[in-house]
């Protein structure tokens, strides 16, 4: 039990989560034992990129004893309303394809689901698959966003006439005299500058690929109605889905994501085909029915994200002050067909922050979103900013060798000093000190005796480099901007509820993967109402006893979830408060009361008034003489709205050094300076910083989804698309530098969402410093000593030549 | 085709009929019941979720049948603590943060463990590698390091033996 002598916010308490997970007893999807004897489905995949389906033949899988049913897209293309619905559509121009769980007609990616198996056991399903014959007639294939542009491109969705899913520009406004304007504005500025950088950026094809896959467990009963178990990161918003697709009212679903979640980091957030397949199957069939999913589904159907190309300018004076940016990003979709984000929603946010933390007022930014034969982008921690911050950073350190001054003093010099400030693309960013931030971090590297360093190395023959990366990164989404964008709200959630006994029961109706909510959720409780972390229990996930709440995403749940359960437990301590004085004839005001060490203390008394155990005794089961308009409730739902999106800020430091021989590399430390506003718990935030950090290391250096000249995915086990270990992570330096957020009742931010963003950068410009001398540039990732080598020599051929 | 099987899992025999195609980790979790060890990949024995110990040697068991485990003694994560009390590994991860969504720990400690048995004095580096088998998403490996590390050093404290497969 840790003791603490301030306050359970902000200390290192050690999780309540952690003895169930250590000792084997978490309960995630594929554990649960909450139907008898379910059916298990699985999918038939198609084996081609871009194709007519000529025929379907199921019988042979059809007769195998333990098969229960095989549907094709003709099976249900008349019984299931396909997407997009009113829940899975946002309220942006853009196009939507119209699909349904299984492939009707035709194939758009190599693995998009076409014939659902369903067996009494997962290996006869497997041998089921095995069994079915799918013959195909292909189709041209449409392989390269920027060819897929063209006006007599081949089309993914020959109905909607374009591969072009989504366009837009991003500045100068909604009208197109307005964003002309801006861009006559901004090519002046190019056209007067000293200084323009002007290149072409590419962050590819990589994810998150958490290590648990999704899965979904559905029931159905005419009397009790839809119950469904799945992995996910917004149980109310599947909800919302399910009961619109299969017209099933809302209070007769019931979607439970479990206690445990093994990760999701963006991927278990939209509406997927598969699990709208099983809600089908169970409804058809009478009977529960289970789908987990296999790693090599994952790596084909989802997981996919980044994937953009930035051609991106800067305009800037002899000093370095940028005074412009142009950035036209254009984003491999993928197929498109995806509930909620549609592919493009990420790409279209990453644009939107592109300026990152760098004061440039004037920018002409635009994305288009592009569809192709592979799989829809789905959601990836960083959401779409990670190209962006790569390109940004990168041709920020390019600025600076330009005009000879070192990266750090650019940087600084260039970052936005004034908050609030809206940047150019209208994102407000609503507080925070960066320039304290970034202070913190250089000072403690301390970039002039890195550089003496440096020459010192040269001289000896090895080549040391420092990169920066900085990002601007969001913690959840206000109602404000959700509601027109999506047609949702962005509000945390919570009910507290306070029993006889004292102890309280949080109910979250968002569904955390790892995030430790368990634990800050109980710390955030228990210092409102003086209690210990062990007299909280936090409930999360279910849709039938959490209020609305829309999901464990976006690092929302340390500014918002968080906001909303210290309201509700305030809201309860004011109610015991009325009571408490009205008992001992002393005056209600909540000032003059302490909640400490599970007593009521007042500030004139010595001796403590009660114990919270009793007061809530007295309140709940002996109602008599309350004070006028009190009751014997002590349970409350609170939902925290900001106009402010909260956003956090971080700062990256990368020491590399590398050899031009081979173009090997090596991290030797790596420091990142962070602002999450106020700590709940710093064990948790480290753990993200950290594993947020060596995800952008991986995704950078190792993963990469690899499609072939076929279409056909290379890349669809970890044998593969090789994920970092242990033997490649370095240790991560972590700084605080935080400022309270004004705009939450405990001054919090969220911390996760962004970390990997800026880490790219870092690691790159590292890397280009350190070879310097020799005059190379990274422009495309993945970053890797063959690739490295080739600039090498490219190099050398342009000194030579 | 199926066989009788007799396997000793966490000091309790288990003798069934299975099938000669049934996996040693979908034996463990959907015969057995023991959820603790998982599956994070398509059986391609990269991830080491699955990863148990059989006669005391960690082995993935997502690439075993387990037919293979017969008159074998094979120790899951439930069968780590004893009477109650954490092994030193457990209460380590918990002490510095060596795990956050859970789903690769049950691996990385049955892998960890048997690791301590043979080098009870392990470098970073040498811990670091030892690891290469369990991939985990979420921590960033740092925590777990360091929880590997401070067991070693509670281990070699307290002079533990090392164990045998039990």
Redesign the interface.
């Known amino acids: 039990m840790t003791t603490v002598e301030k306050g359970w916010i902000g200390a290192r308490y ?2 309540r ?3 169930r ?6 309960q ?1 999807l ?2 649960l ?1 909450v139907v008898r004897d379910p059916l298990v489905v699985k999918f038939v995949r198609s084996s081609v990129a871009h194709a007519k389906i000529s025929s379907i033949d199921v019988s042979a899988a059809a007769q195998l004893p333990g098969v229960v049913a095989v549907l094709t897209g003709a099976d249900i293309r008349d019984k299931i309303r396909p997407l997009p619905t009113p829940s899975t559509v946002p309220l942006l121009p853009g196009h939507y394809p119209t699909h349904w769980p299984l492939a009707v007609d035709r194939v758009k990616f190599h693995g998009e689901p076409v014939v659902a198996v369903v067996a009494t056991d997962k ?1 006869t399903a497997e041998d089921a698959v095995e069994l079915v014959r799918v013959e195909y007639e292909d189709l041209p294939l449409i392989m390269n966003p920027e060819k897929a542009m063209a006006p007599d491109s081949p089309l993914v969705h020959p109905d909607i006439g374009t591969n072009v899913m989504f366009n837009m520009v991003l500045t100068g406004g909604l009208t197109e005299a307005e964003q002309s304007a801006n861009k006559a504005r901004v090519d002046a500025i190019f056209a007067n500058a000293d200084v323009v950088i002007k290149d072409r950026f590419y962050g590819h094809r990589c994810g ?6 999704r899965g979904a467990v559905a029931s159905w009963d005419a009397e009790a109605g839809l119950r469904v178990w799945m992995s996910t990161q917004r149980p109310h918003i599947d909800r919302l889905v399910f009961s619109e697709l299969f017209d099933i009212p809302q209070n007769q679903v019931q979607v439970s994501a479990p206690r ?4 999701a ?1 963006g991927v278990k957030a939209p509406v997927y085909r598969e699990p709208l397949m099983i809600v089908y199957l169970t409804k058809l069939l009478g009977r529960p029915v289970q789908w987990i999913e ?4 994952h790596l084909m159907a989802v997981s996919q994200e980044r994937d953009q190309i930035h051609e991106l300018e800067l305009a800037a004076d002899k000093q370095g002050q940028i005074l412009g940016l142009r950035d036209r990003v254009i984003a491999d979709n993928g197929d498109s067909c995806e509930g909620v984000f549609w592919g493009f929603i990420m790409p279209f946010y990453g644009a939107a922050l592109v300026p990152n933390a760098y004061h440039i007022p004037d920018c002409d930014i635009s994305i288009t979103a592009v569809a192709t034969n592979k799989s829809a982008l789905s959601p990836a921690r960083a959401f779409g900013s990670l190209p962006g911050r790569f390109a940004l950073d990168r041709a920020i350190d390019m600025l600076a060798r330009r005009i000879g001054k070192d990266a750090a003093d650019v940087r600084r010099m260039n970052l936005i000093t004034q908050l609030p400030c809206n940047i150019a693309t209208g994102v407000h960013y609503d507080s925070g000190n960066f320039v304290a931030v970034w202070d913190k971090l250089v000072q403690e590297i301390d970039v002039p005796k890195f550089r003496k360093e440096q020459q010192v190395a040269r001289a000896q023959g090895r080549y040391i480099g420092l990169g920066f990366g900085v990002a601007v990164h969001a913690s959840g989404v206000a109602s404000e901007a959700l509601v027109p964008m999506e047609g949702q709200p962005g509000y945390g959630s919570a009910t507290l509820k306070m029993d006889s006994s004292g102890t309280v029961t949080v109910f979250e109706g968002d569904a955390p ?4 909510h368990e634990t800050t959720m109980a710390q955030i409780a228990a210092e409102i109402l003086g209690l210990h972390p062990e007299d909280v229990t936090v409930r999360v996930g279910d849709t039938n006893n959490t209020p609305f709440a829309s999901g464990t995403f976006g690092a929302r749940g340390g500014s918002y979830t968080a906001s909303a359960v210290a309201m509700a437990a305030k809201a309860i301590r004011d109610k015991i408060v009325k009571v408490v004085a009205h008992d001992n004839k002393l005056e209600a005001d909540p000032a003059h009361f302490r909640f400490e060490a599970k007593s009521i203390w007042h500030k004139d008394r010595a001796e403590a008034l009660t114990t919270i155990a009793s007061i809530c005794n007295r309140i709940i089961m002996k109602p008599l003489d309350l004070p006028p308009g009190a009751d014997a409730s002590l349970e409350h739902t609170a939902f925290f709205e900001a106009k402010e999106p909260m956003m956090a800020f971080s700062a990256h430091a990368a020491f590399v050094e590398a050899d031009p021989s081979s173009g090997e590399f090596k991290i030797l430390r790596y420091i990142s300076s962070e602002d999450v506003g106020r700590v709940i718990n710093p ?2 935030v ?2 993200q910083v ?6 952008g290391l991986s995704n950078a250096m190792f993963e990469e989804f690899i499609y072939d000249e076929n279409g056909q995915q290379l890349t669809t ?3 593969n698309y090789m ?1 970092a ?3 490649d ?1 370095p ?2 330096e972590i700084l605080h530098a935080d400022t309270p957020c004004e705009h939450t009742p405990l001054g919090t931010r969220g911390m996760g969402e962004g970390v990997p963003g800026p880490v790219p950068g870092a690691l790159c410009n590292a890397i280009c410093d350190a070879l310097e001398p020799f005059g190379i540039e990274i422009r495309d990732l993945p970053v890797r000593p063959d690739r490295v080598w080739a600039l090498l020599q490219a190099a050398k051929r342009r000194a030579a030549g | 085709m199926t066989r009788e099987i007799s396997v000793t899992v966490n000091g309790t025999v288990h003798r069934k009929s299975v099938p000669v195609r049934l996996l040693l980790v979908d034996f463990i979790r959907d015969v057995l019941e023991l959820t603790g060890t998982h599956q994070a990949c398509t059986y391609e024995g990269v991830c080491g979720a699955c990863t148990v110990q059989l006669n005391g040697e960690a082995v993935k068991s997502c690439m075993m049948l387990a037919v293979q485990a017969d008159g074998q003694q094979v120790t899951t994560i439930e069968g780590l603590a004893k009477d109650g009390a954490l092994h030193p590994l457990q209460k380590a991860f918990k002490e510095h943060h060596g795990l956050q969504c859970g789903f690769c720990t049950s691996g990385m400690i049955m892998n960890a463990e048997e690791f301590l048995r043979v080098n009870p004095r392990p470098t970073e580096e040498e811990i670091r590698h030892a690891l290469i088998g369990n991939i985990c998403r979420c921590t960033g490996y740092q925590g777990i390091v360091a929880a590997v590390s401070a067991a070693a050093e509670e281990m070699s404290a307290a002079g533990t033996p090392a164990r045998s497969g039990s």
């Open positions: 050690r999780r989560e952690d003895l997970l250590l000792t084997g007893k978490g995630y594929a554990d034992r290996y998150v690929t958490p290590m648990e896959t445990d979640q093994g990760g980091f296999t790693r090599e589904e993967q790892g995030q430790g064990l948790i480290e753990g950290r594993g947020g950090v060596v995800q086990s970890m044998e994920l270990s242990a033997a992570a240790n991560i």
